[in-house]
């Protein structure tokens, strides 16, 4: 029936049937072949920095300075780690991560985590409207314009253009991130005391620098992050042979959006940090560098975070869409009409038009609505931690690729640690809650 997914028996068989045939693809070598392989971990990663995530590093250098920068080469392992074996599974068994849950664990589990996944990346997709909106309003743009103009934008874009297209839109707009990294040259900070900081731990044991602590981990490694690299790799049809590129691109995802991270700490603790602004939110951020650094940061990084919010915007709610139809068999695809796949597409607008409606609600307290995502991803991701780390060893699924034994060593510790992190997180908020 149109519509329906094929049973994962159906899937496997074609696979192998596959492979077993020629290959008579041209192949590239060198950089045109990585060129062509390039996108779906550098989107990945690039996602990650959204209106949240940059609220969260403007929040850690004006509150701690230079003093947790160490923590971000730590974040950066980590996640390349996780967005490696996403890539990994993608490639080889061409499914994404919602698929092989359910195939793995069960229609019950699968639910429970699709409604978690559905409810945290719904209210991040606010935010992701919100942080548009507040970038344009620096400029004097009424988020009454920008939003609905960035809504209709980014649901004609997935709707109507191809996954070529859509990767290469994103690739482009990811060159804004640039702007993070000349504002943080244009305050000037002293490099020697970057290196030191980034090169030498320093914990403090307060309550409230612990508890960013464990928020800039959830930050950088979410969920939506795995989903979508995996179904993109899949979506896009590379295969066991690109393997190596993609952990490449993989890699250069985790890599890159965390020095973008490690740029936007560095311009807010150079400049923010002992002036007595309080930040909450990105734009916060924006307008507090504009009398500390003069105009020209406050701009870049006004820019930064429009940019960052319209490609967030765009990915979250394509990979909960992806998650979602994966899991339950439906059809889903970029490259997919709306009659094809519809509930793909159907829910990839619900969510566009249900968070674009809700940012333009007056006196909306947005900072909540913020914190309770990132809660409930706290929740999810060490949920998703172990799914992964089960598929990625089964070798029914993975075959030859399955996860070397030094790798297991180091994703079950970072499991556990990130479990931990969970534990605090939730405990805080609970206190908080109580108080």
């Known amino acids: 029936m149109p519509g329906l997914g094929l049973p994962s028996r159906v899937r496997r068989a074609q696979r192998a049937f596959r492979e077993r045939l020629p290959n008579f693809r041209v192949h590239r070598t060198g950089l045109l072949a990585f060129l062509a392989v390039l996108g779906p971990g550098l989107i990945a990663g690039l996602a990650g920095n959204d209106a949240g995530g940059i609220a969260t590093y403007s929040v850690l250098g004006a509150e701690t300075g230079l003093q947790l920068l160490w923590l971000l080469p730590l974040t950066t392992l980590m996640l390349a780690i996780v967005l490696e074996m996403a890539a990994r599974m993608g490639a080889v068994s061409g499914q994404g991560l919602g698929d092989l849950i359910r195939d793995d664990f069960g229609i019950r589990w699968t639910a429970l985590a699709m409604l978690v996944v559905l409810a945290a990346n719904g209210m991040n997709v606010v935010a992701e409207f919100a942080g548009a909106g507040a970038a344009l309003e620096i400029f004097g743009v009424p988020r009454y314009v920008t939003v609905p103009v960035v809504a209709a934008a980014i649901w004609a874009l997935v709707v109507f253009a191809s996954y070529r297209v859509v990767e290469r839109v994103f690739l482009s707009v990811a060159v804004v991130f640039l702007a993070y990294v000349v504002s943080a040259f244009v305050v000037g900070p002293d490099w020697g005391a970057v290196l030191r900081s980034a090169a030498l731990p320093s914990i403090s044991l307060e309550p409230s620098v612990l508890l960013l602590m464990v928020t800039v981990v959830g930050t950088t490694i979410t969920p939506y992050m795995f989903f979508y690299l995996q179904s993109s790799v899949a979506d896009k049809g590379l295969g066991p042979e690109e393997l190596r590129l993609e952990q490449v691109d993989a890699v250069l995802g985790a890599a890159w959006t965390n020095v973008i991270a490690l740029f936007i700490v560095i311009a807010t603790a150079t400049t923010i940090f002992g002036s007595g ?154 206190a908080g809650a109580l108080s």
């Open 277 to 430: 602004a309080r930040i909450e939110s990105a734009a916060d951020a924006a307008l507090a560098l504009e009398p500390l650094a003069g105009d020209a940061a406050g701009i870049l990084f006004a820019i930064g975070l429009f940019g960052a919010s319209v490609l967030a915007a765009t990915v979250m709610p394509l990979t909960t869409s992806y998650a979602v139809c994966e899991s339950f068999g439906w059809e889903s695809g970029v490259s997919r009409r709306f009659r094809e796949a519809p509930a793909f597409m159907g829910l990839y607008t619900a969510l566009i038009v249900i968070g674009a409606l809700v940012v333009l609600i007056p006196g909306l307290p947005l900072i909540g609505l913020i914190l309770a995502s990132q809660l409930l991803n706290g929740i999810l991701l060490p949920v998703i931690l172990v799914f992964m780390l089960r598929l990625a060893n089964n070798p029914r699924i993975m075959g030859r690729y399955t996860n070397p034994t030094w790798l297991n060593v180091v994703a079950w510790t970072m499991t556990g640690l990130i479990v931990l992190l969970t534990v605090i997180m939730l405990g805080s908020a609970v």
